[in-house]
């Protein structure tokens, strides 16, 4: 396996806010140089350094590689001024026969390494003059390897199997200053994986019992009402009470020990007089110790006037994907309000947040992916954010299909930063979302052999819905709804078996 290292030697000393920029223009570059199918290049000019870079036009790329900056920019956040590396892998996949199934073998060809100094700026003229300077050559550096490298190995490729835009797949791993999360990650990577999902297809087949469904439904339902009842009585709801105002329904409250809390006031007054300036009605949800990691937030659709507070969560909590699950008015009610223009290339503001649609296309029947510019009241730039709505979901009911739903679970799986979503109270449809993607990615998990589990582990969704819910009350509310994600997973489970089977013939 190639290994490059970028810079040759040392580190590119950042601060922060250039951290994107940075990563972008490699990451990209690199890519980009290794995309040997049909592509449309893009060029794209720096907003802070005096340069430009190529990358592939590939949307699904560009989001993986920003899911990856906002991963990395996150944990320099709670770690200032450390040595960080981002890890970009190019491999080969292989087949081996095994006694159940087939084996698949991943086998990397080529490495490079980003490596990163973060440090805190000293002053406004600093980061413009010596360090900005210092930094754009060893940027321009850095790229002129790129290219060096590319160009002295270009016989040194495996063969091109795929005919696929962007030809070899690849992943890329982050890690910092003091931990091996990054030689772990590659050991794990190196591994066969073995489980086909066969018995996971199996287990759930048994549990697509109506009288096991209802059973299990009306148990979660026993166990949430008393949950409920016992926080009610101890004055667990006090902020939501407080701020009923700023709630779509009365009786769809996040619990005050497991909220989202605002850092700052958005607009004083603006959304009429409430105990907690702070509050909005969306809950996090995230995984138990030893479980896949998984991070989530659940959130009422906004009100007309918390459309500011909503921009500013996903501004503050760093998400990088939205996920609408309701039209605004389904059956002559209204379900949210607009908080972003359908169209590209039109801008929405609402107080100190601007949205701007870049980009509108469908990723599926009904499912539309919107690439989207937010800029809050501080920061220099920017952020992406990619905005998913699928249209076709009933209140209260469940898709003709979950082909639909199956597509995104699969774009999010891989997703480590938070992800926000939301139907009309953020319950229903955003709790059915919420336990689908959770258990792909731990069945994907298990596949890979990152988190060993049995089918049995994977097929309880009695449990992870029961999890859900004691982060956020009433999470997939009807039995249709229950029963719908198992048949969807069990729908995921079979693609993947027929799959492996492919790959094995």
């Known amino acids: 396996c190639e290994v490059v290292q970028l810079p040759a030697r040392g580190t590119l000393d950042v601060f922060a806010h250039q951290i994107p920029e940075?990563?972008?223009?490699?990451?990209?570059t690199i890519i980009f140089h290794r995309a040997l199918g049909l592509v449309r290049p893009q060029e794209v000019d720096s907003q802070l350094f005096d340069l430009t870079w190529v990358q592939c036009g590939d949307p699904s790329v560009e989001r993986r590689i920003e899911d990856k900056i906002a991963q990395f920019t996150a944990w320099v956040e709670k770690n200032p001024s450390k040595r960080g590396q981002v890890c970009l892998?190019?491999?080969?996949?292989?087949?081996?026969?095994?006694?159940?199934?087939?084996?698949?073998?991943?086998?990397?060809?080529?490495?490079?390494?980003?490596?990163?100094?973060?440090?805190?700026?000293?002053?406004?003229?600093?980061?413009?003059?010596?360090?900005?300077?210092?930094?754009?050559?060893?940027?321009?550096?850095?790229?002129?390897?790129?290219?060096?490298?590319?160009?002295?190995?270009?016989?040194?490729?495996?063969?091109?199997v795929s005919s696929a835009a962007v030809t070899f797949p690849f992943d890329i791993t982050i890690s910092g200053e003091g931990g091996s999360v990054f030689s772990l990650d590659v050991v794990k990577r190196m591994l066969l994986t073995t489980n086909p999902p066969s018995a996971l297809v199996a287990r759930l087949a048994a549990k697509l019992s109506p009288k096991l469904l209802e059973a299990e439904f009306l148990a979660l339902g026993e166990e949430d009402a008393a949950a409920v009842a016992?926080?009610?009585?101890?004055?667990?709801?006090?902020?939501?009470?407080?701020?009923?105002?700023?709630n779509r329904y009365s009786d769809v409250l996040p619990f005050d020990d497991h909220r989202i809390r605002l850092r700052r006031e958005p607009s004083p007054g603006g959304a009429g007089a409430v105990s907690d300036p702070l509050y909005i009605n969306a809950s996090p949800l995230e995984g138990a110790p030893g479980d896949v990691p998984w991070h989530l937030t659940l959130a009422q659709a906004p009100l007309r006037s918390t459309r500011e507070h909503f921009w500013q969560m996903v501004f503050e909590c760093q998400h990088t994907h939205v996920v609408s699950l309701t039209n605004p008015v389904e059956n002559g009610v209204i379900k949210s309000s607009t908080y972003l223009a359908?169209?590209?290339?039109?801008?929405?503001?609402?107080?100190?947040?601007?949205?701007?649609?870049?980009?509108?296309s469908e990723a599926h029947a009904k499912l539309w992916l919107r690439r989207l510019s937010l800029r809050g009241g501080v920061g220099p730039l920017p952020r992406p954010v990619w905005h998913w709505h699928y249209a076709a979901w009933p209140d209260h009911g469940v898709p003709a299909s979950p082909e639909a739903l199956l597509r995104l679970?699969?774009?999010?799986?891989?997703?480590?930063?938070?992800?926000?979503?939301?139907?009309?109270?953020?319950?229903?449809?955003?709790?059915?979302?919420?336990?689908?993607?959770?258990a792909v990615r731990r069945a994907e998990a298990a596949l890979s052999g990152a988190r060993p589990a049995s089918a049995e582990d994977l097929a309880d969704l009695r449990g992870l819905v029961a999890a859900c819910r004691a982060q956020r009350a009433g999470c997939v509310q009807t039995l249709?709804?229950?029963?719908?994600?198992?048949?969807?997973?069990?729908?995921?489970?079979?693609?993947?078996?027929?799959?492996?089977?492919?790959?094995g013939a």
């Not at 026969?97 to 080529?110: D, P």
């Open 22 to 28: 940075v990563l972008r223009a490699l990451l990209h």
């Open 89 to 160: 892998s190019f491999y080969e996949k292989r087949q081996k026969a095994a006694w159940f199934g087939s084996q698949e073998q991943r086998l990397y060809w080529e490495q490079w390494y980003i490596n990163l100094s973060t440090k805190e700026s000293a002053s406004l003229s600093e980061q413009d003059s010596v360090q900005q300077r210092q930094l754009q050559a060893s940027l321009e550096e850095c790229i002129h390897s790129i290219l060096r490298t590319v160009n002295d190995r270009r016989d040194a490729i495996p063969p091109v």
């Open 230 to 246: 016992a926080a009610a009585a101890a004055g667990g709801f006090s902020a939501a009470t407080g701020c009923m105002e700023r």
């Open 342 to 360: 359908e169209e590209a290339g039109w801008k929405r503001r609402f107080g100190g947040m601007a949205v701007k649609t870049e980009g509108v």
């Open 409 to 438: 679970a699969g774009e999010l799986a891989p997703v480590q930063t938070p992800i926000l979503a939301h139907c009309s109270a953020g319950i229903g449809r955003s709790g059915v979302f919420a336990v689908l993607l959770v």
């Open 480 to 503: 249709a709804q229950y029963a719908f994600v198992h048949t969807a997973l069990k729908r995921w489970a079979g693609e993947r078996l027929g799959e492996a089977e492919d790959q």
